[in-house]
């Protein structure tokens, strides 16, 4: 089982039902993930909870005052089945700029205009609008 696809789809389906809270497995590609969306604005917070195996990261989601989410999109582009590398120059920009797209590079995982700016490419893990 694609563990990332599952990460999203737990997210989507919480942002789908309105919950404050999403918790799913811990590793260190979805801590690194949901560093990301925190970065960049898409979740209010995330905190490690448990120990060894069982770990969790427990992801805060973030609504407008309307109500709506923060998050309009989630899309999984590569995949176990479909590796997806890109080179610097070849880098695709998610809703003209106001997405992301988070990548696994050399540099660790990044969006895609950090890549940009240290000329760095990767494997495009998810877009995120």
Known sequence: MDSIAD?????????????KEVVVTHTRLKYE???????????SNFRVEGEGWKKQIVISLKYLEDGSSVIRGVERVSR???RF?????ELPRVMGGLGVAILSTPAGIITDREARRRR?????L????
């Open 7 to 19: 990460f999203l789809t737990r997210l989507r389906n919480a942002l789908a039902a309105r919950h």
């Open 33 to 43: 993930i949901a560093r990301v969306l925190m970065e960049e604005g898409f979740i």
């Open 80 to 82: 176990q089945s479909r």
């Open 85 to 89: 590398y890109v080179g610097c120059d």
């Open 120 to 124: 760095v490419g990767g494997e495009i």
């Open 126 to 129: 998810c877009k995120v609008w």
